[in-house]
């Protein structure tokens, strides 16, 4: 893998301006050459993705990402799948079941497709070295240029902690060190990631500068933005495990089927796509659409007028059916902690060893063999 062929060139993803704060339009003209590159040479590629252990994951999750990393893997790119069990204390005040949500989150990703054999699943806290990388990774960045991070803003904003700690304030710096431990030169996010990617750049740039000698030891890895449409959940809003209105990739057939006939709908019986003006139909629509790779305006002509009952069944039947044999895989792993548990024990192995390469790569870089 050439971890410095996507590095440079005009086309690199630069910092928003003030009519696109975070930089969407380029990142997503980006993207689109990626997917070209990707699907040329998908081994020159690798990817590094992940999530903070909260619970389950949803529809929302499958949709937006989910799908995207499988689709990933299946395309020959290899990929690292980090359980964020640090960045996850960011969210909290209270202990939590980490390991309960870290199993979770295991099995989600083994019953979607994830492939222990070729992508590796690992936790922060199991890798001591990448955690180390994060201390020459803060003296890359100021105190302002962490201050104006807009998704650390809003997360402070809605945090649900009494006060923000350093960490929270700093885990974009960790996020860094999560993604080039491995010097993964792809790392595909929904746009309110981006601004964490720029921190990445930034700091690989100026470690590269400061101590490369000429060569880079870090790559400047790339977003690659999914063009995941947002589905909303069973409120209107959108589809978020803390919002109660998630269909998790879990729940049974029944649930399902109750979740879904308790959706907010319109009063028009005739039932269209119009996401702007008919948002709640249309995500419903759009919903049915993903699980039966139809278009949403297909999935609408074919209810016509029956009306908010019909849609909804029809809704139902699609995700039962779709996630029919997601959700049985994902049952015949859940009897199985020990094997979960040897997936991470072997893929926070792998992680290991290859933090430490970089780490000893760092430190020769930095000066700093003794
Ligand atoms: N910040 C991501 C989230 O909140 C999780 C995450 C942690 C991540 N480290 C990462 C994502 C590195 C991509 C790359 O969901």
Do not use: W
Request: charged share 20%.
């Amino acid at each position: 893998m050439n971890t410095t062929l996507l590095t440079a060139g005009p086309e690199t993803l630069a910092s928003g301006s003030p009519a696109d704060p975070l930089g969407t339009s380029v990142a997503q003209a980006r993207s689109a050459h990626l997917e070209e590159l990707i699907r040329e040479d998908p081994g020159r590629f690798r990817v590094l993705t992940g999530d903070r252990p909260t619970g389950r994951l949803h529809l929302g999750h499958y949709f937006g990402t989910l799908h995207n990393r499988v689709r990933l893997q299946d395309l020959g790119v290899e990929m690292f799948v980090l359980v964020a069990d640090y960045q996850v204390l960011t969210d909290r005040d209270v202990a939590d079941d980490l390991t309960g949500h870290v199993e979770e989150l295991v099995l989600d990703h083994l019953a979607i497709g994830v492939d222990p054999a070729r992508s590796t699943v690992f936790t922060h806290s199991a890798v001591p070295a990448l955690n180390q990388l994060l201390l020459p990774f803060l003296s890359l960045v100021s105190v302002a240029e962490l201050n104006r991070n807009p998704t650390v803003k809003d997360e402070i904003a809605h945090s649900r902690q009494s006060a923000v700690s350093g960490l929270t304030f700093t885990y974009p710096a960790h996020q860094a060190a999560d993604i080039l431990f491995c010097k993964a030169n792809l790392v595909p996010v929904g746009q309110d990631q981006l601004p964490h990617l720029e921190i990445t750049r930034t700091i690989a740039r100026r470690f590269n500068d400061r101590y490369g000698n000429g060569t880079a030891v870090f790559p400047q890895p790339d977003a690659l933005l999914s063009s995941a449409p947002l589905l909303l959940g069973t409120d209107g809003t959108k589809m978020s495990k803390s919002r109660n209105n998630a269909i998790t990739l879990a729940a049974g057939a029944d649930e399902t089927a109750r979740l879904i006939k308790g959706a907010k709908t319109d009063s028009e019986r005739h039932i269209t796509y119009d996401p702007v003006t008919r948002p709640e139909v249309s995500s419903l629509l759009l919903l049915a659409a993903l699980c039966q790779e139809r278009t949403p305006e297909e999935v609408a002509s074919g209810i016509g007028s029956a009306g908010a009952a019909a849609l909804k069944a029809t809704v139902t039947e699609a995700v039962n059916e779709y996630l029919a044999p997601i959700r049985a895989r994902r049952s015949e792993y859940a009897q199985d902690r020990a094997y979960l548990h040897q997936i991470l024990r072997e893929g926070n192995e792998r992680a290991r060893a290859i933090a430490d390469a970089t780490l000893a790569e760092v430190r020769t870089a930095m000066n700093s063999h003794y």
